[in-house]
């Protein structure tokens, strides 16, 4: 039996739309406005993909990953797995996809039950899932998943606060594994832990990603885990994507200012190439995502702003001068004058990882 062609998107997003209504009053409530929180968000995942999607906090990426395993039903828009809108499904046949995409929570310490052992906590998706594993063989299976994550297969009895909180992470991704799914969704896994430890997380879920042909949707602050984790990056804005392509064409050779002023503030160890580069400060606060700015979102911090950026919404797309030429600057971007700003390549990129190590002490969106 053949498997799915490494072409075609395994999940494919278009114009999800998140937003959270604002009412007035007690008895009678009123809607008089609403949060904005994901606002338009389009994008594909291939078999065995990573993709990034990094951003300020309140961008809306907790959203997303919260909608493509349903934990939120969106306003709008549409998630497709397999050919099917996954936000129109409801009873066995959602159940049936929540087996194929999987989540992985930011924190360790909360997202695991503590007065639930660790077999319980891992056996779990079998109690919801009972055709996944027979009764009797669920105990051993818990312990290979736990071998199969760096544990001790024999700690099947502990609870959650004898572990470290990298070993808690491990619990949550031998959790997610439980069901073999296809899809795993990681919102921010790493960053509730020790520099020394997220380093290990990420191997583990490389080495994951191998052995068992995962895709991942990876959500992160620290730009330098996401570019080595990720095949392509996605760069959020107040509840929209603003610059989309491989990890050499974000890094490398960024062309909307948002992800320009996020990588020049990368931390570079050589004091040459800190002199040489170009830094790019923003000004003002992110605004409300209940009252975003007309046209493009980030007009109001962008140095390059101008008339038609208040007017129109730049669309997510290949700058025209880029189109038809193979260049690492011809992906899409949502800059109305993207092809007329880039910068040099390696002015703002925070260079590959040494050793193929992630440099989990870079730079964190906050």
Known sequence: MSGPDPREPLLEV????????????????????????????????????????????????????RMLVNLERPTSGVIRYKGDDITRLSGRALRAVRRDIQMVFQDPYTSLNPRMTVGDIVGEPYEIHPEAAPRGERRRRVQELLEVVGLNPEHINRYPHQFSGGQRQRIGIARGLALQPRIIVADEPVSALDVSVQAQVVNLLERLQDEFGLSYVFIAHDLSIVRHISD???????????????????YDHPTHPYTQALLSAVPVPDPEAREHRERVLLTGDVPSPADPPSGCRFRTRCREARERCALEVPPLAVPAVFRGVDTPAGHDSACHFAGEIRMAPGETSPGPPPGGTPEVSGTHLT
């Open 14 to 65: 278009r114009d999800l739309v998140k937003h959270y209504p604002l009412t007035r009053g007690v008895l009678f409530k009123k809607q008089i406005g609403a949060v904005k929180a994901v606002d338009g968000v389009s994008f594909d995942l291939r078999p065995g993909e990573t993709l990034g999607i990094v951003g300020e906090s309140g961008c809306g990426k907790s959203t997303v990953a």
């Open 232 to 250: 392509r990056v996605g760069v959020m804005y107040l509840g929209r994507i603003v610059e989309t392509g491989t990890d050499t064409e974000i």
